[in-house]
Structure formats: structure tokens, C-alpha cells
Nanobody
Framework: QVQLVESGGGLVQTGDSLTLSCAAS????????MGWYRQAPGKERFLVATISSSGITYYAESVKGRFTISRDNAKNTVYLQMRSLKPEDTALYYC???????????????WGQGTQVTVSS
């Protein structure tokens, strides 16, 4: 059983930067694919980015060039650096972990509780 705890969300203005962190415990972190998803009110959960144990990354088109996912296996932590934030980035951001990846998606992931990011215009 993997426990994931996100932090770093907040209220920012358009164009600002923010870095989310996700601390993992209860599993062998380095063996997990890690990902960030987000969910805006009234919308489905949306895959933002993933990173493999070796550091291979994937980004949704809407965040490519603005967001960077990284991981520190020594600290059991995955990060999401967000730059040039837009109001449409406003959502609850979830950290996810899985040992399986299909195409770009994590299969049957463990989820964190989410951290809110609000970007004002």
C-alpha cells in the first residue's frame, strides 16, 4: 500500500509559477511510475504528466513547455513545476503512483488526496 501526500497548492495570479510536491511512503518508490492529474469542477480527471522510474516523461499538450515533472528517488518525492500559469490550469491536482503504464496512462494507481491550485486572471 502506497500513501501519497501532495503539497504546494495555492492561489496565484496569471503568469505566476508554482511547484507541487508529492511525498510517497509505504512502497518502493523507485519502482513506481508517477504522475500528476488534475480535475476542474464539473470536469473529468485529466492526465497532466507522468515520469518513469528512469526519468522518461510525458506531458499533456496543454501543459507542454510550461510544466516540468521530476522525481527524487532518494527523497521518495515527485514534483510538478508549473510556470506561466493560466486560469484554465485551475483545478485540484492529484498525485498518482502505479507499477503499470499503458500508453501514457497509469493503470490502477494509488492516489493522493489532492492539492488545490487556483489561478486568478
Amino acid at each position: 500500500q502506497v500513501q501519497l501526500v501532495e503539497s504546494g497548492g495555492g492561489l496565484v495570479q496569471t503568469g505566476d509559477s508554482l511547484t507541487l510536491s508529492c511525498a510517497a511512503s509505504g512502497g518502493t518508490f523507485s519502482s513506481y511510475y508517477m504522475g500528476w492529474y488534475r480535475q476542474a469542477p464539473g470536469k473529468e480527471r485529466f492526465l497532466v504528466a507522468t515520469i518513469s522510474s528512469s526519468g522518461i516523461t510525458y506531458y499533456a499538450e496543454s501543459v507542454k513547455g510550461r510544466f516540468t515533472i521530476s522525481r527524487d528517488n532518494a527523497k521518495n518525492t515527485v514534483y510538478l513545476q508549473m510556470r506561466s500559469l493560466k486560469p484554465e490550469d485551475t483545478a485540484l491536482y492529484y498525485c498518482a503512483a502505479s507499477t503499470r503504464l499503458f500508453m501514457t496512462r497509469l493503470l490502477s494507481p494509488y492516489w493522493g488526496q489532492g492539492t488545490q491550485v487556483t489561478v486568478s486572471s
